[in-house]
């Protein structure tokens, strides 16, 4: 029996990486920001059409930055359906989480119930396009101009998203995301930073590197945050290979879609206004006990779909346990399905016999 994961990270072809591996020989210059790094981040920005971008050592310490360099203190107005990076960023950076509760159509952030939650405390947004799936970010926009608050995107999920017609990337002060080795887009581990403006950029900047100003200055406290030659080069040769990744992810969507749609599983709702990367394929089933099940049945054939996002973050034992019911509710009922790029039809096929035959209705 064929093991089906819920994803695979994708290798290029070897000799395409063994290339770029002879020259970071012949160079014997292995990280501090070497000349692959310089290149990649160069592509990314003409790629995405951005002009700020920090490439770092990976998505977690891009979020932890992003709210040092806006200096953000007290609460910090957050999604609980989410990976736990975004929360345990909050934590670990001396702020305090505040759950608001999701919408139940899209899984992210309900604006709607952001004000409730403001207080002379509050110093930011930090929400999650979940699945590559965009926030409203105008409407966060407004509330947060309103209230003046800073705007952190943990856009993990989103490489190859576009909202009118722009990368997603482009919204709040700053949008982080992770090119860890599950992502669509990947280099091993990294992640990266998109700063709104130069001087955050320059900031950004120096705080990944130690805070150095030159050898022997500092501009202020900084981490190390740097990523190496060898990633930045198996990032460089993916992304040649993006066109690819994000056609496969959508034509498998579409299978899905004809095998699952005219059933009672639900999907996120995606707004007219975003061009899609189909990154994930996330399904709420009717009950936890029809999830379970189904989850069971697919194990047994050795397909491990995953639980995202379970448990809620609000139940984390580091945080105050806000009630984020919709959260929980979305939680106990979702799985993702396997995506990857070679997934195959027949797999897929399989996957959806198994659910099918699962389903109480
Ligand atoms: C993967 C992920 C992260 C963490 O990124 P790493 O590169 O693994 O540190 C943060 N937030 C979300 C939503 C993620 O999916």
Known sequence: MKMIPVTKPFLPPKAEYDKYLEGIWERNWLTNNGPLVGELESSLKEYLGLPYLSYLGNGTVALQLAIKALELKGEIITTPFS???TTSSIVWEGCKPVFVDIDPD?????????EASITPKTSAILATHCFGNPCEVEVIDAIAQKHNLKVIYDAAHCFGTLYKGQTIFNWGDISTTSFHATKLFHTIEGGAIFAKDEE??????WMRNFGHHGPEKFYGV??????????AAMGLVNLKHIEGILAARKR??????SYLDSTSIR???VSESTGFNYAYYPVVFNSSEEMMKVKAAL????IYPRRYFHPSLSSLNYVENIPTPIS???????LCLPIYHDLSESDQQRVCGIILKQLDS
Do not use: C, M, R, W
């Not at 900084?222 to 990633?231: A, L, M, P, Y």
């Open 83 to 85: 990976y736990v990076a």
């Open 106 to 114: 899209t899984f992210n952030i309900d604006p709607t119930k952001i």
């Open 200 to 205: 955050l950029n320059k900031k950004i900047a």
């Open 222 to 231: 900084g981490i190390n945050g740097k990523n190496s030659e060898v990633h």
């Open 252 to 257: 498998q969507s579409y299978f899905y879609d």
């Open 267 to 269: 999907k996120p709702k």
């Open 299 to 302: 194990e047994e054939q050795e």
């Open 328 to 334: 929980d509710e979305v939680a106990s009922k979702i």
